[in-house]
């Protein structure tokens, strides 16, 4: 049976716009990919991707550099369009999108060959020394790329190069309210020398994410909301696709009694604000110990009263609009929520209407509970909701008690404890004494546990995701008969018994014993009407 999303799918004459979030300036209309069409460019990235893995990755490596000159020369271009099509400052944009990007291309152009090589696999049995084995990386053939809005260039850039460096064919399907930025991605690939059958992108909604996840794919990347992630897992289980899931997050602050308040505060207040709240990795909950409470809400408040919310075009710009409405209702509705079951609303907690109709101010959050929307639903939206603590069991206890994983952050002035406690959070990444930043570092795995997602991106992890392992292994005797093979009978299981004896019985005389009797073996095979 077609679900609904597969029935839209087929449907041409769906659109989609992008539109500037700040001021409502439409800035284009596509009309979404329908299912043929997806299925065609998959079918084009299929018959373009042997010649691609072919080429070797050094050459790959070669275009990559190409890409990062590139775009190095068109980085306040290239900011300026994702902070006309998101939203987010201009200079937010410059770090979070092209600087991450520039690195992510420093570290495979470093890295990947290295990672990629071939890893001898040496044997301890003693039965299969004679074997040479490795592991063998192969591309996959063509990746899928289901990205989200909030980090509309750097999430469709890192997981493309990755793949791409690996010898895959990659299709990227970028969320329909980005789609000029995954365009201008296209754009900087095909002009650094990546053939156009070899990165693809197709624009379009849920239906056309639905169609690439549907179509001939090899393996499947999605970032983006718990609740799509689930649904492609479920369309992805049915045909044994392989995925990396990369999904939303709750992330819990812990600011520990040693803690340096000021400076615990200016991590919050950035880390629950940047990008208007709306990063997987942002501050989601706070949890500050007793002593420190009172100065610590005071210290965010005041820094939260310094920030100026705006178009992300004016360089004096701290905090841009939402991306949608939408967005908006969500994070009101879980503020009034709050306010509702007692909550005291220290700063923000309003539309600003006379900025545009996505401002939302950024809001500061006192005693919030556990129970509350704000404390366990991904907010998305610039609210720090702050609650107590009495100890750091009670600390940990607090940050595991959400359904997601994806970061935390502990913060001390002790580095030995808060890299203590950061083992015992359920967390893809635990951060001590900074928040958000480990996405720009490119040589770290990137990814959750729990309901936050499965796989990882970035780093070496990330690579690894882009690739099939095959197993390789020769026998160094060909000319030889295998002693496990038939042959079986007494002389021969008393020869097994030795070796076995030989490698693992307790105390010399035992082994010694055992290697005597496994030696038979080594004289060749005996055939059953050969032993009298
Ligand atoms: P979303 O799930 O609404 O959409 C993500 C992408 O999936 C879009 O391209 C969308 O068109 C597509 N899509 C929607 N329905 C689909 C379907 N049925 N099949 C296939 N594709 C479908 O998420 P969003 O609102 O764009 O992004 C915000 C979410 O992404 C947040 O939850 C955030 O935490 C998460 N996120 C996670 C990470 C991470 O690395 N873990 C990074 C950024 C964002």
């Not at 909701?385 to 009495?390: A, K, W, Y």
């Amino acid at each position: 049976m077609l679900t609904d999303l597969q029935i839209a799918a087929n449907v041409s004459g769906r659109k989609i716009a992008s539109v500037n979030p700040a001021t409502g300036e439409l800035l284009r209309e596509f009309e979404c990919a329908t299912e043929p069409e997806v299925q065609a460019t998959v079918e084009r990235a299929r018959v373009a991707q042997p010649a691609w893995a072919e080429l070797g990755i050094r050459r790959r490596l070669d275009l990559v550099s190409k890409f990062q000159r590139l775009l190095h020369q068109k980085k306040s271009e290239l900011a300026q369009l994702v902070t006309r099509e998101a939203g987010k400052p201009y200079v937010e944009a410059l770090l979070t999108e092209v600087l991450v990007v520039l690195d992510a291309a420093r570290f495979l152009i470093e890295n990947a060959y290295r990672m990629l090589r071939d890893d001898p696999v040496p044997h301890g049995n003693l039965a299969m020394k004679t074997k040479s084995g490795h592991l063998v990386r192969e591309p996959y053939g063509v990746i899928g790329i289901i990205s989200p809005w909030n980090y509309p260039f750097s999430i469709a850039a890192t997981d493309s190069l990755a793949a791409l460096v690996a010898g895959n064919a990659v299709v990227v399907k970028p969320s329909e309210f980005t789609s000029l930025t995954a365009m201008e991605l296209a754009s900087l690939l095909h002009e650094a020398g990546i053939p156009e059958d070899v990165f693809q992108v197709i624009v379009g909604d849920g239906a056309t994410g639905a169609a690439l996840t549907n179509a001939a794919i090899d393996k499947l990347v999605f970032t983006g909301s718990v609740s799509t992630g689930k649904r492609i897992a479920q369309a992805a289980a049915a045909r044994l696709l392989p995925v990396v899931l990369e999904l939303g997050g709750k992330d819990p602050m812990l600011v520990l009694d040693d803690a340096n308040v000021e400076i615990a505060a200016s991590g919050a207040v950035w880390g629950a604000f940047v990008n208007a709240g709306q990063a997987c990795l942002s501050v989601e909950r706070c949890y500050v110990h007793r002593s420190l409470y009172e100065p610590f809400l005071e210290a965010c408040v005041r820094k939260t009263g310094e920030l100026r919310v705006g178009n992300g075009t004016d360089p004096e710009t701290d905090i841009g609009p939402l991306i949608r409405e939408r967005q908006l209702r969500n994070v009101e509705s879980q503020v009034e929520d709050a306010r509702a079951q007692g909550a005291r609303v220290l700063a923000g907690g309003k539309r600003l209407p006379e900025l545009g109709a996505n401002f939302y101010a950024p809001t500061v959050l006192a005693d919030a509970t556990p129970g509350m929307r704000i404390m366990r639903e991904e907010t998305f939206g610039p609210v720090l909701p702050v609650t107590p603590f009495e100890s750091d069991e009670d600390a940990v206890r607090l940050a595991n008690d959400s359904e997601y994983g994806l970061a935390a952050s502990v913060w001390t002035s002790d580095r030995t404890r808060g890299e203590a406690l950061a083992r015992r959070v359920q967390a893809g990444t635990v951060m001590v004494n900074d928040v958000v930043s480990c996405f720009g570092i490119s040589e770290a795995p990137h990814g959750g546990v729990k309901a936050s997602g499965i796989g990882r991106s970035h780093g070496r992890l990330g690579l690894e995701e882009m690739v099939r392992i095959k197993y390789l292994d020769a026998d160094r005797l060909p000319g030889v008969e295998k002693v496990w093979w038939y042959g079986y009978g007494k002389n021969f299981t008393r020869q097994m018994e030795g070796l076995l004896d030989l490698q693992f019985a307790r105390g010399l005389g035992r082994r010694l014993r055992g290697a005597v009797r496994a030696a038979g073996a080594l004289k060749g095979k005996h055939r059953r009407s050969e032993i009298k």
